[in-house]
């Protein structure tokens, strides 16, 4: 599967963005989705990651109440809804993709995932 995030940009501290990734070569529905952040001279973090069928999520500490991540496997797409942005927040963002089990666990760290699309940066400005 090949994915490809997007709808990173500049925004001002306490602003919304809404991020994409959408997938080509298989169908989306076989994959759980991560969503990543790095920022320089940091190791790649979870941010968020969706089940198969979306009825499981999971977010980071520091991402809760303020992002909803969602998907479309009819559209082959998924989506990360960023709120009440802080300049901490900067960096870029990545989609990953694992092939799992329905029933198996979220996976929570980059390694445990197989595919990538290219990042896209998010900066806020303070």
């Known amino acids: 599967v090949q994915l490809q995030a997007s709808g990173g940009g500049l925004v001002q501290a306490g602003g919304s963005l809404r991020l994409s990734c959408a997938a080509s070569?298989?169908?989306?529905?076989?994959?759980?989705i991560g969503w990543f952040r790095q920022a320089p001279g940091t190791e790649r973090e979870i941010v968020a990651a969706i089940s198969r069928n979306g009825a499981t999520t999971y977010y980071a500490d520091s991402m809760k109440g303020r992002f909803a991540v969602s998907r479309d496997n009819a559209n082959n797409r998924s989506y990360l809804q960023m709120s009440g942005l802080r300049p901490d927040d900067t960096a870029v963002y990545y989609c990953?993709?694992?092939?799992?089990?329905?029933?198996?666990?979220?996976?929570?760290?980059?390694?445990?995932?197989?595919?990538w699309g290219q990042g896209t940066l998010v900066t806020v400005s303070s």
């Open positions: 070569g298989r169908t989306i529905g076989q994959y759980v």
């Open positions: 990953g993709a694992r092939r799992t089990i329905v029933t198996a666990p979220l996976p929570l760290v980059a390694t445990d995932y197989d595919y």
